[in-house]
């Protein structure tokens, strides 16, 4: 089992930064791809960004203003977001995968005021 839990969001005005970080425990040993993925109101949960030790892949809307990283030694994956807009509010949930299992966490809010 891997227990993922996220830190970080709240609430920040359009054009602002915040980062979320995502600590994994447990099972932790050949955990593959770790990454971000996000639901607002109404809509269906997509993928924000991705890493692996192939690369990382991030949805065409936060290119260029979202970073994701990996700390293999804290088992910790974070996610750099700058130049925030509104439609960036949603809970945000982190996600592992091992042994072909996913892994969730229990989001965190990000709100972004206009």
């Known amino acids: 089992q891997v227990q993922l839990v996220e830190s970080g969001g709240g609430l920040v005005q359009a054009g602002g930064s915040l980062r979320l970080s995502c600590a994994a425990s447990?099972?932790?040993?050949?955990?593959?791809?770790m990454g971000w993925y996000r639901q607002a109101p109404g809509k269906q949960r997509e993928l924000v960004a991705r890493i692996s030790s192939a690369g990382t892949n991030y949805a065409d809307s936060v290119k260029g203003r979202f970073t994701i990283s990996r700390d293999n030694a804290k088992n910790t994956v974070y996610l750099q977001m700058n130049s925030l807009k509104p439609e960036d509010t949603a809970v945000y949930y982190c996600y592992a995968d091992r042994n072909f299992r996913d892994y969730w966490g229990q989001g965190t809010q990000v709100t972004v005021s206009s």
């Open positions: 447990g099972s932790t040993f050949g955990i593959n791809r």
